[in-house]
């Protein structure tokens, strides 16, 4: 049976779209007196390249420790989440050495291309860096904070999520870099593949490639929240949770009071990976885990019950098994978070209450879940 659990892009792509608020954008088109569309796009250049850059270090470990020490360092907290404010010095100087250990001497390089991509001038173009600096390691501190994640984890969630992080370098930037976007490397490819084919069309080639690097930023920061909530919980926790994800639905049941609690409740997990046939957790379920450890450390009072199912393909037994297992892990992991175990239970259902069909590849795949059901608050 193939028991591999669905998952939504990774999280580091959400974050770098909640990056880019509104409200950022606003003050920071205010104090440089640059559109807030090119700020848009620089900030998104920006945080894009960085996050590229550290992607593409990850598997250097004398690399990957130096990052860590200065994202856990308490000067990484400044301007998380879009106040366009001047940092402290401390900060400055954590956000330089970051950059510095990131870019090397080609930090001006970089701001001078960033300048060129987005239509700013480079004096523009070097501000933006200098948010996008704090802001790409408060959000990391955080990611490494509520996930309590050791610097081997963090490496492990870089590794996994390369491919689609690089997708989002612009060509620009990721060849100042000594990096190839891999969003323009298959446009290169395409186009190349075309062009020899009709080369009286030639001059599409790089009408292509820009049309791919548009459609890359507008997917990213059109929206500029990415369909991402950032809300403040009791007891000053802060939330960031897509808007259709399993977050928002548990505290919606959970703040509305003229819900009762039900048996027939259950909220289904949309970031959760593990092992084949196991019920190992990947790196990639922490973030969401973190955020459902967080609603229920808002909440005292909530107790809540996981489920685990799998699809009717195979043994039974075995599926019995694996679905308590896995039902099992969600549980200690949030136990790990801080979360009491007399406030959790756990139970398997193997292929019992199948929410699609599992006659099809699609509906057995929306079948092996993990859900969540308050059962108390």
């Known amino acids: 049976m193939s028991s591999s659990m669905a998952m939504q892009p990774g999280n580091f792509i959400d974050g770098l779209k909640a990056l880019v608020t509104p409200s950022l954008v606003t003050k920071a088109s205010a104090a440089l007196g640059e559109s807030e569309a090119t700020v848009t796009k620089g900030l998104g250049g920006a945080l894009s390249t960085i996050f590229g850059a550290l992607a593409s270090k990850a598997d250097d470990p004398g690399f990957m420790s130096t990052i860590f020490d200065m994202i856990k360092d308490p000067a990484a907290e400044t301007n998380v989440f879009g106040a366009f ?91 100042v870099l000594g990096i190839r976007s891999e969003v323009a490397n298959t446009a290169y490819r395409t186009a190349d593949s075309a062009v020899q084919k009709a080369a009286p069309w030639r001059w599409l080639a790089p009408v292509l490639l820009l049309l791919l690097a548009l459609w890359t930023l507008v997917w990213l920061f059109g929206g500029r929240n990415g369909g991402l909530v950032n809300k403040s919980l009791p007891g000053g926790i802060q939330l960031q949770y897509a808007r259709e994800g399993v977050e928002g639905k548990l505290l919606g049941f959970i703040e509305d009071s003229s819900q009762g609690l039900s048996k027939e409740v259950w909220y289904d997990f949309d970031r959760l990976l593990f092992e084949t046939n196991s019920a190992v957790l990947k790196p990639e379920s922490q973030p969401q885990l973190s955020n459902i450890a967080a609603i229920l450390k808002a909440y005292p009072g909530v107790r809540a019950k996981i489920g685990g199912y799998t699809d009717t393909s195979g043994d039974p037994s075995a599926n019995l098994t694996l679905s308590q297992n896995r039902a099992d892990s969600v549980m200690q992991e949030l136990s790990r978070m801080g979360i009491s175990s007399d406030r959790l239970s756990a139970e398997g259902y193997g292929g019992q209450h199948p929410v699609a069909d599992n006659a099809t590849d699609a509906g057995r795949a929306q079948n092996r879940r993990v859900a969540i059901r308050v059962t108390e608050k």
Do not use: C, H
Not at 139 to 156: A, E, H, K
């Open 85 to 175: 404010t001047a940092p402290d010095a401390s900060s400055n100087s954590l956000s330089s050495r970051f950059m510095s250990a990131l870019f090397g001497g080609r930090t001006e390089s970089v701001g001078r291309t960033l300048s060129a991509f987005a239509g700013i001038n480079p004096s523009s173009a070097t501000s933006l860096m200098s948010i996008a600096g704090p802001l790409a390691l408060g959000y990391l501190g955080r990611t490494v904070r509520n996930g309590r994640l050791d610097v081997s984890s963090l490496t492990n969630l870089l590794l996994t999520q390369k491919s689609s992080i690089m997708k989002l370098v612009p060509a620009g930037l990721s060849s």
